[in-house]
């Protein structure tokens, strides 16, 4: 079984950046397809970005596209977000969640951008 955490979250100006942190233990990650997604308040989680566990593929929401990256460290065992150009609308809790057969989810990071 996989055990996530999350890190990285805090408060930023819009225009700032932030590198999210999903560590995992119990199981390594170089099988585990990895996404990040986040919940603002009263909408619904949706998928952020995503990567494969194989050939590296990798996938970004509209949203985000042009401004997060999504990277992967098998070697750590942690796969990362960086977040650039924050805007407001960014400001959410961030879930990372690893997919083989079953999912793992973290608890969670929040992320508020304000000025």
């Known amino acids: 079984q996989v055990q996530l955490v999350e890190s990285g979250g805090g408060l930023v100006q819009p225009g700032g950046s932030l590198r999210l942190s999903c560590e995992a233990s119990g199981s390594t990650l170089d099988d585990y397809a990895i996404g990040w997604f986040r919940q603002a308040p009263g909408k619904e989680r949706e998928r952020v970005s995503f990567?494969?566990?194989?050939?590296?593929?990798?996938y970004y929401a509209d949203s985000v596209k042009g401004r997060f990256t999504i990277s992967r460290d098998n070697a750590k065992n942690t796969v990362y977000l960086q977040m650039n150009s924050l805007k407001f609308e960014d400001t959410a809790v961030y879930y990372c969640?690893?997919?083989?057969?079953?999912?793992?989810w973290g608890q969670g990071t929040q992320v508020t951008v304000s000025s």
């Open positions: 969640n690893a997919h083989l057969i079953e999912d793992y």
């Open positions: 990567i494969s566990s194989s050939d590296g593929y990798t």
